[in-house]
C-alpha cells in the first residue's frame, strides 16, 4: 500500500508538472517545430526584440504595481477591521467577490465602466484596469492577511494599550511590525494575480492596457512561434520565484 | 524610508509612460499594416500613435460600443459601417482634410454602404474563399469540398457567424444577405452537419497552423491566405464556385475621438500612394487606392489571389447590412451551430 | 474602535463602487430589452429570463454542470490519494506541499497553452507517438471536450489536495491502526474510515473545483477551439459576437444564483472558513 502510494504519488506529481518542464525544456530548442534540435536562445532573443511581446511586460508591471499597491493597502486595513469585529455582510461580499466567475466579473465591470462614462471623462484604458484589479485582488489581500492575524493573536495589542497606547499607536507600532511578512506575502500574491489575469483585463482594456497575458492568448490562438515558449518559461521561472519568496514571508 | 522609495518608484514608473508629444490612438486588424507605416507617420507629424490590433469586428465593437474606448481611428467592415453610424459611434468626416479621396479606386468613389464617403475611408479589401495544402486531392473548388470527410479535423472555418452562414448559403445557391428564416435555417443544418469535420473555428489565428501542416483545409480571408501562402509554398487558394463575399475594410473617426484633426491626418496618410503600396507589400492586402495600385510590381498586381480576374471577381457578392430581426435570428443560429 | 471604522472605510468603498454597483448594474440590464444595433433599452421585462429556458440554453448550462461534474470527479479521484500521501509522510511534507502549490500559482494562461503545446497536431505527444511508431498519422488531441476537461482538471486540482490534505492531517492516526488491527484490508481502511472522516475537506475541495470550472471561459476557449459552448463562453458571446447584452446579464446573474447557493451551502455545512 505505502508504496503504491509513493508510486502514485511520483506519477501525480509528474503531471503537475511535466507540462510546463517540457514548455520550458522546448524553449530552449533552435528548431521552430516539435522536434529537438539543438540548444539555442533564439526564442529568448525573438521574444525580447518583439515589441508587442515587451510593450505588454511593461504595461502589466505598470499596471500590477499600481494594482498591487492599492489593494494592499485595503485589503490589509480591511483585515485588520475585520479583525476587531467581524462584519459579514463584507466577509460575505468578499468570498462571492473571490468566486465570482471571472468572465462575470470582467463583463459587470465593463457595464459600470460604460455606465460611469455617461458623466465621467474617462477612457477604457490603464485606469480601467487597474481598478478592475483592484477589485479582484483585495480579498486574496484580506484572507493572507487575516490568516497572519489569527496567529499574531490580540494580547500584544491590548498589552499596549494597557500600557498607555492609544489605538493607532498600537496598530503602527505594534501589530503592523508583526504583521509585515503577512503583508508582503500578500502584495506577492496580489502581484501575481494581478499579473496572470487575462479574462477581466480583456473585459476592460483599452488604449495603453495591452497585457503580457493578452499578447500570449493572442500568439496562444495563432499557436506556432516557439517566442511564447520563451516568454512562459520565463514567466513560470518569475512567478515561481516570487511565491516561494512569499511562502517563506508566510512562514516566517 | 522604504516606503519613500517605493512610492516614487511608482510614480516614475506612471511618469515614463508620459510623453508629450500629441497622441493618436489606432485599433486595426492583425496584420493589416506595413512595420515601418505608424514609426513613419510619427516621425513626420510629430506625434505618437497608440497602435493596438484586434481579430474580429465583435472584438473592436465591444470596445467602441462604450463610447469612451479610448480608440480615435479603427478600421470596422464595410457592413457594419450602418450600425455604428445608428449607435452614433461614428464621426462625420471632413473631406477637406482628405486631399487623398481622389487616390481611390473608381469602384470604392461612392460604394453602395457610404455612397458620399461620408463616414469611412475604404482601407483595403479582401474576400473569403478556400485555401488548402496541395496535398489535398482533389484540390477544393467549391464550398461543398469543405463538407468532404476526408478533411476531418484537419478544416477550419472562420469563427465568424457572418462567413461560416454565408459559407452554407452559397453552398445551397442563396446569397450572402440571405434574411428568409427558412434559408438560414437550411444553412444551419449545413452547418451542424459540416461540424464533425471541423477542427476548431478561427479566424487569422489559423495562418501558422497552416503553415505548421496542422490544418489542411480553412475558409480563410484571401489576405490572411495570402500571407500563409508566402510562408508555405505548398498552400493554394481557391475563390469558391458557388460565389463568395467581398469586404472593404474602412477607416472610420470614433465619434468620442477628441483629435479629429490629427486622425484625419493619419485617414489621409494611408491614403498616400507610396504609404498604401507598402501596406500591400507588407501585408498582402487587396488596396481599394488605383494610386497606390499603379505602384505595385506586376507579379503583385496579377497575383490571382488578391485581385481575382475579372470572371472570378464578377461572382463575389458585398454582404449588406443585415435588419436586426434578421441579425437576432442569425445570432441565435449561431449559438446553436457553436453548441451543436 | 472609531479606528476600526477608518480602516473599513476603503473595503466598503471597494464592495459598494467594483462589486455591488456593477452586479446592480448587470442585474438592472438583465431586466431590460436589447436595441435594435445591440444597445440596451426600455422597456422592463422578464424575457431574458424566459429565454433561459430555451432548450438550446438549458443544453448549454447543462453541458457545463457535466463537464464541471466531470472534472471535480476526476480531481477527486487524482487528488485524494495524492493528499494521503502527503498527510502519511513526514519528512518532506512541506516541499510536497509546495510542489502542489507551485504550478498552480504560476500562470494560469501558460498553464492552459502547456497543453495546447502537448496536444497539438504537431505537438510533443503526437510526434513522440509517431516517431516511435505507433501511430502513422496524427490522433487529433486538440479542440475537443477532453482536451476541455485535461484543462479544468490540470487548472483547478490543487483545490481539492489542499482541502482534503487538511482534513486528512488532522485526522488521528490510531483510527487507521485500529482498523488495520482489527483485520480490514487497507483499501477498506482507505473506503470506510478515512474516506467519511476526510469528507469536509471532499466537499471543501469539491466545491472549490466545481465552481470554478463551471463559469470556466479561457479553457473551453483555447482547449475546445470555440467548437463546444461553456456557459461562460455563452456569456462572452453574448457581450461581442451577439451584442445582446441584456441576455448575457441574464446568464450571468443566473450563473451567479448557482454559485452564491453552491457557496452558502459549503459555508453552512462547514463553521471554519477553508482558505
Same mark, same amino acid.
Given at each position: 500500500?505505502?508504496r503504491?502510494?509513493?508510486?502514485?504519488?511520483?506519477?501525480?506529481?509528474?503531471?503537475l508538472?511535466?507540462?510546463?518542464?517540457?514548455?520550458?525544456?522546448?524553449?530552449?530548442?533552435?528548431?521552430?517545430?516539435?522536434?529537438?534540435?539543438?540548444?539555442?536562445?533564439?526564442?529568448?532573443?525573438?521574444?525580447?526584440?518583439?515589441?508587442?511581446?515587451?510593450?505588454?511586460?511593461?504595461?502589466s508591471?505598470?499596471?500590477?504595481?499600481?494594482?498591487?499597491a492599492?489593494?494592499?493597502?485595503?485589503?490589509t486595513?480591511?483585515?485588520?477591521?475585520?479583525?476587531k469585529?467581524?462584519?459579514?455582510?463584507l466577509?460575505?461580499?468578499?468570498y462571492?467577490?473571490?468566486?465570482t466567475?471571472?468572465?462575470?466579473?470582467?463583463?459587470?465591470?465593463?457595464?459600470?465602466?460604460?455606465?460611469?462614462?455617461?458623466?465621467?471623462?474617462?477612457?477604457?484604458?490603464?485606469?480601467?484596469?487597474?481598478?478592475?484589479?483592484?477589485?479582484?485582488s483585495?480579498?486574496?489581500?484580506?484572507?493572507?492577511?487575516?490568516?497572519?492575524?489569527?496567529?499574531?493573536?490580540?494580547?500584544?495589542?491590548?498589552?499596549?494599550?494597557?500600557?498607555?497606547?492609544?489605538?493607532?499607536?498600537?496598530?503602527r507600532?505594534?501589530?503592523?511590525p508583526?504583521l509585515?511578512?503577512?503583508?508582503?506575502?500578500?502584495?506577492?500574491?496580489?502581484?501575481?494575480?494581478?499579473?496572470?489575469?487575462?479574462?477581466?483585463?480583456?473585459?476592460?482594456?483599452?488604449?495603453?492596457?495591452?497585457?503580457?497575458?493578452?499578447?500570449?492568448?493572442?500568439?496562444?490562438?495563432?499557436?506556432?512561434?516557439?517566442?511564447?515558449n520563451?516568454?512562459?518559461?520565463?514567466?513560470?521561472?518569475?512567478?515561481?520565484?516570487?511565491?516561494?519568496?512569499?511562502?517563506?514571508?508566510?512562514?516566517r | 524610508?522604504?516606503?519613500?522609495?517605493?512610492?516614487?518608484?511608482?510614480?516614475?514608473?506612471?511618469?515614463?509612460?508620459?510623453?508629450?508629444?500629441?497622441?493618436?490612438?489606432?485599433y486595426?486588424?492583425?496584420?493589416?499594416?506595413?512595420?515601418?507605416?505608424?514609426?513613419?507617420?510619427?516621425?513626420?507629424?510629430g506625434v505618437?500613435?497608440?497602435?493596438?490590433?484586434?481579430?474580429s469586428?465583435?472584438?473592436?465593437?465591444?470596445?467602441?460600443?462604450?463610447?469612451?474606448?479610448?480608440?480615435?481611428?479603427?478600421?470596422?467592415?464595410?457592413?457594419?459601417?450602418?450600425?455604428?453610424?445608428e449607435?452614433?459611434?461614428?464621426?462625420?468626416?471632413?473631406?477637406?482634410?482628405?486631399?487623398?479621396?481622389?487616390?481611390?479606386?473608381?469602384?470604392?468613389?461612392?460604394?453602395?454602404?457610404?455612397?458620399?464617403?461620408?463616414?469611412?475611408?475604404?482601407?483595403?479589401?479582401?474576400?473569403?474563399?478556400?485555401?488548402?495544402?496541395?496535398?489535398?486531392?482533389?484540390?477544393?473548388?467549391?464550398?461543398?469540398?469543405?463538407?468532404?470527410?476526408?478533411?476531418?479535423?484537419?478544416?477550419?472555418?472562420?469563427?465568424?457567424?457572418?462567413?461560416?452562414?454565408?459559407?452554407?448559403?452559397?453552398?445551397?445557391?442563396?446569397?450572402?444577405?440571405a434574411?428568409?428564416?427558412?434559408?438560414?435555417?437550411?444553412?444551419?443544418?449545413?452547418?451542424?452537419?459540416?461540424?464533425?469535420?471541423?477542427?476548431?473555428?478561427?479566424?487569422?489565428?489559423?495562418?501558422?497552423?497552416l503553415?505548421?501542416?496542422?490544418?489542411?483545409?480553412?475558409?480563410?480571408?484571401?489576405?490572411?491566405?495570402?500571407?500563409?501562402?508566402d510562408?508555405?509554398p505548398?498552400?493554394?487558394?481557391?475563390?469558391?464556385?458557388?460565389g463568395?463575399?467581398?469586404?472593404?475594410?474602412c477607416?472610420?473617426?470614433?465619434?468620442?475621438?477628441?483629435?479629429?484633426?490629427?486622425?484625419?491626418?493619419?485617414?489621409?496618410?494611408?491614403?498616400?500612394?507610396?504609404?498604401?503600396?507598402?501596406?500591400?507589400?507588407?501585408?498582402?492586402?487587396?488596396?481599394?487606392?488605383?494610386?497606390?495600385?499603379?505602384?505595385?510590381?506586376e507579379?503583385?498586381?496579377?497575383?490571382?489571389?488578391?485581385?481575382?480576374p475579372?470572371?472570378?471577381?464578377?461572382?463575389?457578392?458585398?454582404p449588406?447590412?443585415?435588419?436586426?430581426?434578421?441579425?437576432?435570428l442569425?445570432?441565435?443560429?449561431?449559438?446553436e451551430?457553436?453548441?451543436? | 474602535?472609531?479606528?476600526?471604522?477608518?480602516?473599513?472605510?476603503p473595503?466598503?468603498?471597494?464592495?459598494?463602487?467594483?462589486?455591488?454597483?456593477p452586479?446592480?448594474?448587470?442585474?438592472?440590464?438583465?431586466?431590460?430589452?436589447?436595441?435594435?444595433?445591440g444597445?440596451?433599452?426600455?422597456?422592463?421585462?422578464?424575457?431574458?429570463?424566459?429565454?433561459?429556458?430555451d432548450?438550446?440554453?438549458?443544453?448549454?448550462?447543462?453541458?457545463?454542470?457535466?463537464?464541471a461534474?466531470?472534472?471535480?470527479?476526476?480531481?477527486?479521484?487524482?487528488a485524494?490519494?495524492a493528499? *494521503?500521501?502527503?498527510?502519511?509522510s @513526514?519528512?518532506?511534507?512541506? &516541499?510536497? !506541499?509546495?510542489?502542489?502549490? +507551485? #504550478? /498552480?500559482?504560476?500562470?494560469?494562461?501558460?498553464?492552459?497553452?502547456?497543453?495546447?503545446?502537448?496536444?497539438?497536431?504537431?505537438?510533443?505527444?503526437?510526434?513522440?507517438?509517431?516517431?516511435?511508431?505507433?501511430i502513422?498519422?496524427? *490522433?487529433?488531441?486538440?479542440?475537443? @471536450?477532453?482536451?476541455?476537461? &485535461?484543462? !479544468?482538471?490540470?487548472?483547478? +486540482? #490543487? /483545490?481539492?489536495?489542499?482541502p482534503?490534505?487538511?482534513?486528512?492531517?488532522?485526522?488521528?492516526?490510531?483510527?487507521?491502526?485500529?482498523?488495520?488491527d482489527?483485520?480490514?484490508?487497507?483499501?477498506?481502511?482507505?473506503?470506510?474510515?478515512?474516506?467519511?472522516?476526510?469528507?469536509?475537506?471532499?466537499?471543501?475541495?469539491s466545491?472549490?473545483?466545481?465552481?470554478?470550472?463551471?463559469?470556466a471561459?479561457?479553457?473551453?476557449?483555447?482547449?475546445?477551439?470555440?467548437?463546444?459552448?461553456?456557459?461562460?463562453?455563452?456569456?462572452?458571446?453574448q457581450?461581442?459576437?451577439?451584442?445582446?447584452?441584456?441576455?448575457?446579464s441574464?446568464?450571468?446573474?443566473?450563473?451567479?444564483?448557482l454559485?452564491?447557493?453552491?457557496?452558502?451551502?459549503?459555508?453552512?455545512?462547514?463553521?471554519?472558513?477553508?482558505?
Amino acid at each position: 500500500m505505502k508504496r503504491w502510494l509513493a508510486v502514485y504519488a511520483a506519477a501525480f506529481f509528474a503531471f503537475l508538472h511535466l507540462p510546463l518542464l517540457t514548455l520550458a525544456a522546448f524553449s530552449f530548442n533552435s528548431s521552430r517545430f516539435t522536434v529537438w534540435e539543438r540548444f539555442s536562445l533564439d526564442w529568448y532573443r525573438a521574444a525580447f526584440r518583439d515589441p508587442q511581446i515587451m510593450g505588454g511586460v511593461w504595461n502589466s508591471v505598470i499596471i500590477a504595481l499600481w494594482a498591487t499597491a492599492i489593494s494592499t493597502v485595503i485589503g490589509t486595513g480591511c483585515a485588520y477591521g475585520l479583525w476587531k469585529r467581524g462584519s459579514r455582510l463584507l466577509t460575505g461580499g468578499l468570498y462571492l467577490s473571490l468566486v465570482t466567475p471571472e468572465i462575470v466579473t470582467g463583463i459587470s465591470l465593463l457595464a459600470l465602466f460604460q455606465w460611469m462614462f455617461r458623466w465621467l471623462h474617462w477612457q477604457l484604458g490603464l485606469y480601467t484596469v487597474v481598478l478592475a484589479h483592484v477589485a479582484f485582488s483585495i480579498p486574496f489581500v484580506v484572507i493572507v492577511v487575516s490568516a497572519r492575524l489569527r496567529t499574531i493573536g490580540p494580547t500584544l495589542e491590548e498589552a499596549a494599550m494597557d500600557l498607555g497606547a492609544n489605538e493607532w499607536q498600537a496598530f503602527r507600532r505594534v501589530t503592523l511590525p508583526s504583521l509585515m511578512p503577512g503583508i508582503i506575502a500578500a502584495a506577492l500574491l496580489a502581484l501575481t494575480v494581478s499579473f496572470d489575469d487575462y479574462v477581466i483585463t480583456s473585459m476592460v482594456a483599452g488604449v495603453d492596457s495591452e497585457t503580457l497575458p493578452m499578447v500570449i492568448y493572442a500568439m496562444a490562438r495563432r499557436g506556432a512561434s516557439p517566442a511564447i515558449n520563451a516568454i512562459s518559461a520565463m514567466v513560470t521561472v518569475g512567478f515561481g520565484a516570487l511565491i516561494l519568496i512569499s511562502e517563506r514571508m508566510r512562514e516566517r | 524610508m522604504n516606503r519613500r522609495i517605493f512610492l516614487m518608484g511608482l510614480s516614475a514608473l506612471a511618469g515614463c509612460s508620459r510623453d508629450t508629444r500629441p497622441r493618436l490612438n489606432v485599433y486595426n486588424w492583425s496584420s493589416y499594416i506595413a512595420p515601418e507605416t505608424v514609426p513613419r507617420f510619427e516621425a513626420e507629424f510629430g506625434v505618437q500613435v497608440r497602435y493596438a490590433t484586434y481579430e474580429s469586428n465583435e472584438e473592436m465593437l465591444a470596445k467602441a460600443l462604450t463610447g469612451n474606448s479610448g480608440w480615435d481611428v479603427v478600421f470596422p467592415t464595410h457592413n457594419r459601417l450602418a450600425p455604428m453610424r445608428e449607435n452614433g459611434l461614428l464621426a462625420r468626416l471632413n473631406h477637406q482634410w482628405l486631399t487623398g479621396l481622389d487616390n481611390l479606386d473608381p469602384r470604392f468613389r461612392a460604394p453602395a454602404w457610404d455612397p458620399e464617403l461620408a463616414w469611412g475611408v475604404p482601407y483595403m479589401w479582401n474576400a473569403t474563399g478556400i485555401v488548402y495544402h496541395r496535398s489535398v486531392q482533389p484540390p477544393p473548388g467549391r464550398w461543398a469540398d469543405l463538407w468532404n470527410p476526408a478533411l476531418k479535423g484537419r478544416l477550419t472555418m472562420l469563427d465568424d457567424p457572418e462567413d461560416v452562414l454565408g459559407a452554407c448559403l452559397k453552398k445551397l445557391g442563396r446569397s450572402f444577405s440571405a434574411t428568409d428564416a427558412n434559408e438560414l435555417r437550411a444553412a444551419e443544418r449545413e452547418a451542424i452537419a459540416q461540424k464533425p469535420l471541423v477542427r476548431a473555428y478561427l479566424n487569422a489565428e489559423v495562418r501558422d497552423q497552416l503553415v505548421s501542416g496542422d490544418v489542411l483545409a480553412a475558409q480563410l480571408w484571401s489576405t490572411t491566405a495570402q500571407q500563409a501562402i508566402d510562408a508555405e509554398p505548398r498552400l493554394a487558394f481557391a475563390y469558391p464556385a458557388e460565389g463568395f463575399p467581398l469586404y472593404c475594410d474602412c477607416a472610420v473617426i470614433l465619434r468620442e475621438s477628441r483629435r479629429a484633426r490629427l486622425a484625419h491626418e493619419f485617414l489621409n496618410y494611408l491614403l498616400r500612394p507610396d504609404v498604401s503600396a507598402r501596406i500591400v507589400q507588407a501585408t498582402k492586402t487587396a488596396t481599394a487606392n488605383r494610386a497606390a495600385w499603379s505602384l505595385l510590381p506586376e507579379a503583385v498586381r496579377t497575383n490571382p489571389v488578391l485581385y481575382p480576374p475579372a470572371d472570378v471577381y464578377a461572382r463575389g457578392e458585398w454582404p449588406q447590412t443585415l435588419p436586426p430581426g434578421t441579425q437576432r435570428l442569425r445570432d441565435r443560429i449561431w449559438t446553436e451551430i457553436k453548441s451543436a | 474602535m472609531k479606528l476600526r471604522r477608518w480602516f473599513l472605510l476603503p473595503a466598503w468603498l471597494w464592495m459598494a463602487l467594483l462589486f455591488l454597483a456593477p452586479f446592480a448594474i448587470v442585474l438592472a440590464y438583465s431586466l431590460l430589452t436589447r436595441g435594435t444595433y445591440g444597445g440596451v433599452g426600455g422597456p422592463w421585462t422578464l424575457e431574458n429570463y424566459q429565454r433561459l429556458l430555451d432548450p438550446l440554453y438549458l443544453t448549454i448550462l447543462l453541458r457545463s454542470f457535466a463537464m464541471a461534474a466531470a472534472a471535480t470527479a476526476i480531481c477527486l479521484a487524482l487528488a485524494f490519494p495524492a493528499a *494521503l500521501f502527503i498527510a502519511r509522510s @513526514n519528512r518532506h511534507r512541506n &516541499l510536497y !506541499l509546495q510542489l502542489v502549490m +507551485l #504550478p /498552480f500559482w504560476t500562470s494560469f494562461l501558460v498553464r492552459t497553452y502547456a497543453w495546447m503545446f502537448l496536444l497539438r497536431d504537431t505537438g510533443l505527444i503526437n510526434t513522440a507517438l509517431q516517431w516511435t511508431g505507433i501511430i502513422h498519422g496524427p *490522433l487529433p488531441l486538440l479542440y475537443n @471536450n477532453g482536451a476541455v476537461l &485535461l484543462g !479544468l482538471v490540470y487548472g483547478y +486540482l #490543487p /483545490f481539492m489536495v489542499l482541502p482534503i490534505y487538511a482534513t486528512l492531517e488532522r485526522m488521528d492516526p490510531a483510527l487507521a491502526e485500529a482498523a488495520a488491527d482489527l483485520g480490514a484490508r487497507p483499501m477498506v481502511t482507505v473506503l470506510r474510515i478515512i474516506a467519511p472522516l476526510a469528507m469536509p475537506g471532499i466537499l471543501a475541495g469539491s466545491v472549490l473545483v466545481f465552481i470554478p470550472c463551471l463559469g470556466a471561459y479561457l479553457t473551453p476557449d483555447l482547449l475546445g477551439g470555440g467548437r463546444s459552448a461553456m456557459v461562460g463562453n455563452l456569456v462572452q458571446n453574448q457581450f461581442t459576437t451577439a451584442r445582446d447584452w441584456p441576455f448575457g446579464s441574464a446568464v450571468s446573474i443566473a450563473l451567479m444564483a448557482l454559485v452564491t447557493a453552491l457557496l452558502w451551502a459549503l459555508l453552512r455545512k462547514q463553521k471554519e472558513p477553508i482558505a
